[in-house]
């Protein structure tokens, strides 16, 4: 396939399970195919056929959460890693942990918060969605119905922002007692 060996095919996917192992948690199809471009390890055609075989075989685990595609290793796939894990060469791994440690938080921050806003053609009110992801699944998301577009928007670039410190203040106001 793509003029590869053998050998490249197994290089290949022993750096997408690689790279899951050191994230350690599901990570996007979006952030896997970015890392493993951006360091010239694999191409995105067949990285992408590479991610549907692992997956096949049962070396790495697909979810999808809001239409984003998710992926994690199995204990099969940790298995074969620390079995094939000296094929691969210690440079790019390095590249790999290099661009993990530069990026990831990036990554993260894409992950976790999420703010989205559409019109509602019935009443002309903005409908606004927020959300706060960990690991791949939503802890928190608010649904608001607010008067206009503009209010939509400031209310997402406030969340973009300021998520963490408005779900502590959620959180607190909640937790609170009330005298009635």
């Known amino acids: 396939m793509y003029g590869k060996t053998d050998e490249e095919l197994t290089k290949s996917k022993l750096y997408i399970l690689y790279l899951l192992d050191k994230i350690d948690e599901p990570f996007s199809n979006l952030n896997i195919t970015q890392t493993l471009?951006?360091?010239?390890?694999?191409?995105y055609f067949p990285l992408q056929?590479?991610?549907?075989?692992l997956e096949k075989s049962d070396f790495i685990y697909k979810?999808?959460?809001e239409r984003n595609e998710f992926y994690e290793m199995t204990e099969r796939g940790k298995?074969?890693?620390?079995?094939?894990?000296?094929r691969m060469l210690g440079q790019d791994k390095k590249k790999i942990e290099h661009?993990?440690?530069?990026?990831?938080p990036k990554f993260n921050r894409y992950k976790e918060i999420k703010a989205e806003y559409k019109k509602d053609n019935e009443t002309g009110n903005a409908e606004v969605t927020l959300q706060l992801i960990n690991k791949g699944k939503p802890f928190i998301t608010l649904n608001l119905e607010v008067p206009t577009i503009e209010t939509a928007k400031s209310i997402c670039a406030n969340w973009d922002e300021y998520a963490s410190d408005i779900y502590g203040?959620?959180?607190s106001v909640l937790t609170q007692k009330r005298s009635q």
């Open 37 to 43: 471009i951006e360091t010239d390890i694999v191409e």
């Open 49 to 53: 056929q590479y991610l549907f075989e």
């Open 63 to 65: 979810k999808v959460v």
């Open 79 to 86: 298995s074969a890693l620390n079995y094939f894990e000296n």
């Open 99 to 104: 661009y993990l440690d530069e990026n990831l």
């Open 169 to 171: 203040e959620i959180t």
